[in-house]
Antibody, heavy 118, light 109 residues
Framework: EGQLVESGGGLVQPGGSLRLSCAAS????????MYWVRQGPGKGLEWVSR????????NYAVSVKGRFTISRDNAKNTVYLQMNSLTVEDTAVYYC???????????WGQGILVTVSS | QSALTQPPSASGSPGQSVTISCTGT?????????VSWYQQHPGKAPKLVIY???KRPSGVPDRFSGSKSGNTASLTVSGLQAEDEADYYC?????????FGTGTKVTVL
């Protein structure tokens, strides 16, 4: 079982940008599709984005498409989420996770809080 | 993509069973055998308990079982234990996207 550790969260003003990182250890990142999932305060889980093993394919939820960009550096065993034009609705705990079973997410990070507020 | 529909709450006494439904459409739950279920305790990351409708990851007790009929998937927790009290979320693949359920809070009475 691997470990995922998110970083880069914090407080940002509406319209601002933030880049999250997810460092993987204990497994080879290049073997897995990787994902970001978020959870607003007191709310349910929301799928945000995914990226193929070699970075050639990315997909996004409608709510973030055109504003967020997922990327990866397999040599550094790290996945990123660049978030631009942030709104208060983007306030959430962001989790990094991997597709360890077919269409399912087995390992999860501890989550990182992003707060968008003026 | 609208969230899959789950009942807000479910409950049972220790040793009993509880079943949670997850209703979607033919574009998600009904269209793929790619339904998974996650257990989440307060302040913790989700934990995978079922994938591909009915399969259990290693280490998940066989008290957890899954099924699907048409556009509705179900998770059954048998022999309820105190540690099963948590929020449960379903998830389905939906043509290059994924959609989660609204979540169900399971209470062990």
């Amino acid at each position: 079982e691997g470990q995922l550790v998110e970083s880069g969260g914090g407080l940002v003003q509406p319209g601002g940008s933030l880049r999250l990182s997810c460092a993987a250890s204990g497994f080879s990142l290049s073997d897995y599709w990787m994902y970001w999932v978020r959870q607003g305060p007191g709310k349910g889980l929301e799928w945000v984005s995914r990226i193929k093993r070699d970075g050639s394919t990315t997909n996004y939820a409608v709510s973030v498409k055109g504003r967020f960009t997922i990327s990866r550096d397999n040599a550094k065993n790290t996945v990123y989420l660049q978030m631009n034009s942030l709104t208060v609705e983007d306030t959430a705990v962001y989790y990094c996770t991997r597709e360890g079973y077919s269409y399912a997410f087995d390992d999860w990070g501890q989550g990182i809080l992003v707060t968008v507020s003026s | 993509q609208s969230a899959l529909t789950q009942p807000p709450s479910a409950s049972g006494s220790p040793g009993q069973s509880v079943t949670i439904s997850c209703t979607g459409t033919s574009s998600d739950v009904g269209g793929y055998n790619s339904v998974s279920w996650y257990q989440q305790h307060p302040g913790k990351a989700p934990k995978l308990v079922i994938y591909e409708v009915y399969k259990r990851p290693s280490g998940v007790p066989d008290r957890f079982s899954g099924s699907k009929s048409g556009n509705t998937a179900s998770l059954t927790v048998s022999g309820l234990q105190a540690e099963d009290e948590a929020d449960y979320y379903c998830n389905s693949y939906a043509a290059s996207k994924y959609v989660f359920g609204t979540g169900t809070k399971v209470t062990v009475l």
